[in-house]
């Protein structure tokens, strides 16, 4: 079955710079969810989209912004990055926004 | 605000059962999850309860009950590629709330 797809697996950056991580949903599903999930620490819920819409705000810094395009994939945007950024970002998707959540293998960010 | 217990690690025996306990107070209730998470890798869903009672999925059973703020998954017949961590997550209502709010995670350690 598929599954959700995330890319780049993996991505090194330096401070300051940019970094835009992309999400495409399991086909059907409609709503995309971003957490981060730092070393040793449970996910945080950054931001979702459903039907290309904004859905829920969660611990997003505002150095970041993110949109779900009209083939429901989303992407992440990260400006300014800092040391602290580093983790690994996964990407969930569902179909409607009450049903289970799948989660992508994961983009793990590190900022030098 | 959003508070989520579980311990932080177990110690079990290759087939045995274990019960990872959960105990939640959020502000409101829409269900709770269980996730597996092995290292470095996506959390991957085990169960949904959003109704008090028992639901069973093979090895693994999920408990809920929501006058007390609890859950617990049980995991029967332990096996060694069960060590991971397990994530309860929790869903609040309110228009608009479908992301989830993870606990800190169990580590459980299956042993020979």
């Known amino acids: 079955a598929a599954g959700v797809i995330q890319s780049p697996r993996h991505l090194i950056k330096e401070k300051r710079e940019t970094a835009t991580l992309k999400c495409y949903p399991i086909?059907?599903?409609?709503?995309v969810y971003w957490y981060q999930q730092g070393p040793g620490q449970d996910p945080q819920f950054l931001i979702s989209f459903y039907e290309k819409m904004q859905s829920d705000k969660g611990s997003i810094p505002d150095r970041f912004s993110a949109q779900q395009f009209s083939d429901y994939h989303s992407e992440l945007n990260m400006s300014s990055l800092e040391l602290g950024d580093s983790a690994l970002y996964f990407c969930?998707?569902?179909?409607?926004?009450?049903?289970?959540?799948?989660f992508g293998p994961g983009t793990r960010l590190t900022v030098l | 605000g959003q508070n989520i217990d579980q311990p932080t690690e177990m110690t079990a025996t290759e087939g045995a059962i274990v019960q990872i306990n959960c105990t939640y107070q959020?502000?409101?209730?829409?269900?709770l999850f269980w996730y597996q998470q092995h290292a470095g890798e996506a959390p991957t869903f085990l169960s949904y309860?959003?109704?008090?009672g028992l639901e069973e999925k093979g090895r693994f059973s999920s408990f809920l009950s929501r006058s007390k703020g609890y859950s617990y998954l049980l995991l029967k017949e332990l096996q060694m590629k069960d060590s991971a961590s397990y994530l309860c997550a929790v869903r609040p209502s309110g228009a608009g709330s479908y992301q989830l709010t993870f606990g800190k995670g169990t580590k459980l350690s299956v042993i020979p």
């Open positions: 086909p059907r599903h409609d709503t």
């Open positions: 309860n959003v109704l008090d």
């Open positions: 959020t502000s409101g209730f829409n269900g």
């Open positions: 969930a998707s569902s179909l409607g926004r009450a049903n289970e959540q799948f």
